[in-house]
């Protein structure tokens, strides 16, 4: 049986871009950075909501540093199922305390708390030797925070910050822009001088303002991001679908389609608008970049997610002080994660223009 013409071209622009190494290494980077924003609570070694466990005695403490965990349960835990736990984490069933060493008196087992880097002057306390208690051992693969949280925990949850803002606010304004563009360019007259002039305002205000200003008004938070982000991002897929419809319009299959009685609306959706997903997918693979650099500014300003919800863009906030200190890294890790992720999508649409260029 023949296949249709639409899977032949999207198999296509598929080889096409698996043939491009960076189109592909991207793919790649994106798919793994999809996968920690999905699954974060599952491979994150601090599984506890917003992955805010906190342990002032270790704060700031280099990549690889190791230390030993007193457990003792807590009963006021309430166990999770698995798809909570995927969505929102799981509490600790334990109360940790970072300890130097343990050894026993009598019937007592004794631990010496952790208070620094200079054992034999912590606190001691004891616990009988038939206690429920368990010591493991924890290593810190990117260190700790100044709070004593793991600092590989809080980017990989904050990946999912990221991804989220980037999706939805693409989302909205791919609706919002093909919307009006589309009615701009299928229609014309005056609905196109209207529209034109609300793009024209939009566009005249600096981005950065704008987002500023909308965040001002719907608040601080993790969904108003979203809107705001989203609402400032339309104008440019507005105007690419405003000038494609008004070409398409005047093509033979538009013409066919209006004699045989097909309503506006579905000319628009079914014979002119999947003639525009290419330009679109270029576009919204630039914007999806900017939605990401967005939301990190307004994290970074303050007016983004708030505490203790992590976000690349507030882990730059609190740890850039420690730029001119030992403690750089705090701040440069989560800045080359945004790097990387931003320019993964500039790389896809970099390949998705190549891909879908007729003359190239």
């Not at 996968?35 to 974060?40: L, S, T």
């Not at 799981?90 to 050894?103: E, G």
């Not at 679109?280 to 007016?303: D, M, R």
């Amino acid at each position: 049986m023949k296949r249709n013409s639409h899977s032949d071209c999207s198999e296509s622009l598929w080889h096409k871009l698996l043939k491009d190494p960076l189109s592909l290494i991207s793919i790649c980077l994106i798919g793994l950075f999809a996968f920690c924003a999905v699954f974060a609570y599952l491979i994150c070694p601090d599984c506890t909501p917003y992955a805010n466990e906190q342990h002032l005695e270790i704060a700031v403490k280099k990549p690889g540093f190791k230390v030993s965990m007193l457990q003792t349960p807590n009963p006021d835990v309430q166990s999770v199922n698995l798809f909570e736990r995927i969505l929102f984490g799981k509490p600790s069933r334990y109360v940790s305390q970072p300890i130097y060493r343990t050894w026993k008196e009598g019937d007592k087992q004794m631990f010496e708390l952790y208070t620094g880097d200079n054992p034999n002057c912590g606190e001691v306390i004891s616990l009988s030797c038939g206690s429920d208690y368990q010591i493991v051992q924890r290593t810190y693969v990117l260190g700790t925070d100044r709070y004593g949280r793991d600092m590989l925990s809080q980017l990989i949850v904050g990946t999912r910050v990221s991804l989220s803002v980037g999706l939805i606010s693409v989302l909205i304004a791919i609706f919002i822009g093909v919307s009006l563009g589309a009615i701009a360019g299928y229609y014309g007259g005056r609905a196109d001088n209207i529209i034109m002039w609300l793009i024209n305002v939009v566009w005249s205000v600096p981005t950065v303002l704008l987002v500023v200003a909308i965040t001002f008004a719907l608040g601080k938070g993790f969904w108003q991001v979203f809107v705001a982000v989203g609402l400032t991002m339309w104008v440019d897929i507005a105007r690419m679908v405003r000038g494609q419809v008004k070409s398409l319009k005047e093509k033979e299959f538009v013409e066919a389609s209006k004699a045989i009685g097909q309503s506006n609306f579905k000319i628009i959706t079914r014979q002119i608008l999947p003639n525009v997903v290419g330009a679109i997918s270029v576009i919204t693979a630039s914007n999806f970049a900017t939605a990401i650099l967005q939301e990190a500014g307004l994290s970074f300003l303050g007016l983004g997610v708030q505490p203790p919800m992590p976000s690349w863009g507030s882990m730059i906030k609190e740890n850039y002080g420690y730029i001119i200190l030992d403690a750089a890294y705090m701040a440069i890790i989560p800045g080359i994660a945004i790097m990387l992720l931003v320019l993964a999508f500039i790389c896809l649409g970099s390949g998705l223009r190549k891909a879908l260029d007729v003359k190239g």
